[in-house]
């Protein structure tokens, strides 16, 4: 009789803390790299433009494109996941990432500037829509804590570029400005390199367990179809403030300068400054929104909150838009508490990370597709009344319809629970 196999021995703490802390590291460092593609090319326009011609429109098509390709990364993403593996589609994302930041900056014409800048969105979109799944699986005991780091890291991100873009094309030229980034995302895919190898040899040694006859030890849940995500209250709880907040944001960022010019009378360096406020204050918001997202009983104050401060931001921008128009902006900055809550509740509200794959893929799609045609029509609307008054009367709805969610998320009730998903040997 042939001896019964030795038990695999436990893995030693300090192996347990290296992993754990690779992850951290892998998880922040691709966070960093997330919102350059959006930051770094507009503060060079004018000099892009004196080799690539860049009208109004060309310029509005570069703006419009981050929302649509971070809404078809909700759709590709989470399919992409579970063909090759978290860790690998994270992995390909960056690489994405890196073509594009170099494609970018070889560009001869602006058919090759826009579809380098799609591909650099793509990766990032991948990046928005499995980040949540990754916290997850790596750091399933510290979500909120894990959520609100990377969240401020993006905040980070998208501050730096505009400020070192025009000091970096001085010492070269646009094109450097836009390559230099290729870098950092480089050395943000090494860690994603071993996650991945290990991921992968993990999938390989079970499979062949398997194979040979043996149980699965890692029951995989069974796939949700996407149509069953409609039946959830805590996915359409989760869905409207997202969409609420990503349709102020895009719509701010390409809209309140010139509406600012035009009802406060501010000048066009002020405009820009008040826009900025809206980028500085998302730092804070983001630690502070997950965190309080995991140690809420139910996200209603957050939900509450927001909506106040979107009705007096709006509501200060349409009745009184130069009487106290830093307080407007400032609580239009605050409002967006909800992004970075959003983003914790995808793992928060999932009992497992393909589940929070799935369902921030599929509120993601949706809330940035309806964010990109935003500016696009209160932008109609402006130039149909003459006036921002509907506009802003449109955004005041808006941001009112945070309130439809306090009910759906209520309960502390998860997407597994409420769409039937088991595990499935």
């Known amino acids: 009789m042939s001896a019964a196999p030795e038990p695999a021995a436990a893995p030693r703490p300090s192996s347990r803390r290296g992993e754990l802390l690779l992850g951290i590291a892998a998880i922040v460092l691709m966070a960093a790299t997330m919102r350059l593609p959006v930051a770094a090319l507009s503060p060079l326009a004018g000099r892009i433009d004196a080799d690539i011609p860049l ?52 560009a001869v014409d602006y058919a090759m500037l826009l579809a380098a800048t799609v591909l650099l969105l793509l990766g990032a979109g991948f990046g928005n829509v499995l980040l949540p799944a990754a916290v997850k699986t790596i750091t399933p005991d510290r ?11 993006m905040s980070i991100g998208a501050a730096v570029p505009p400020l070192v873009a025009v000091p970096l094309a001085e010492l070269g030229d646009w094109r450097l400005a836009l390559a230099v980034w ?71 960022y390409a809209l309140l300068p010139p509406l600012l010019r035009e009802t406060a009378g ?49 509501g200060g ?56 045609v935003a500016p696009l029509l209160l932008g109609g609307l402006r130039d149909a009344t003459g006036s921002w008054s509907a506009a802003l009367v449109v955004m005041l709805v808006v941001g009112l319809g945070n309130l439809v969610a306090v009910p759906l998320l209520a309960r502390r009730g998860t997407v597994d629970d409420e769409v039937g998903v088991g595990l499935s040997r």
């Open 55 to 106: 009208s109004a429109l060309a310029l509005g098509a570069l703006g419009t494109a981050p929302p649509l390709a971070f809404a078809l990364a909700g759709l590709l993403a989470p399919r992409v996941g579970r063909r090759l593996g978290l860790e690998s589609a994270l992995l390909l994302a960056l690489l994405a990432m890196i073509a594009g930041h170099l494609l970018r900056a070889a």
């Open 143 to 153: 979500i909120g804590m894990m959520t609100a780091a990377y969240a401020m890291i």
């Open 182 to 252: 290729a870098a950092l995302v480089g050395v943000a895919a090494v860690p994603w390199v071993v996650l991945a190898t290990r991921a992968g040899r993990a999938r390989r040694v079970a499979a062949a367990a398997v194979a040979d006859g043996g149980a699965d030890a890692h029951p995989q849940p069974r796939r949700i179809a996407r149509s069953a995500l409609l039946r959830s209250p805590t996915v359409w709880g989760i869905g409207i403030p997202f969409t609420v907040s990503s349709i102020s944001a895009y719509a701010g």
């Open 266 to 314: 501010v000048g066009e360096a002020q405009a820009g400054a008040l826009l900025a406020l809206l980028g500085f204050l998302g730092l804070p918001l983001a630690a502070l929104g997950p965190l309080l997202a995991t140690r809420l009983r139910t996200p209603t104050p957050l939900l509450i909150a927001s909506t106040v401060l979107f009705t007096t931001a709006y």
């Open 317 to 372: 921008l349409l009745l009184a838009p130069a009487t106290a128009t830093l307080l407007w902006m400032g609580a239009l900055g605050l409002a967006y508490i909800t992004f970075p809550m959003c983003l914790a509740l995808f793992a928060l509200r999932s009992r497992t990370p393909a589940t929070a794959s799935v369902v921030s893929g599929a509120v993601q799609g949706v809330g940035y597709a309806v964010a990109a």
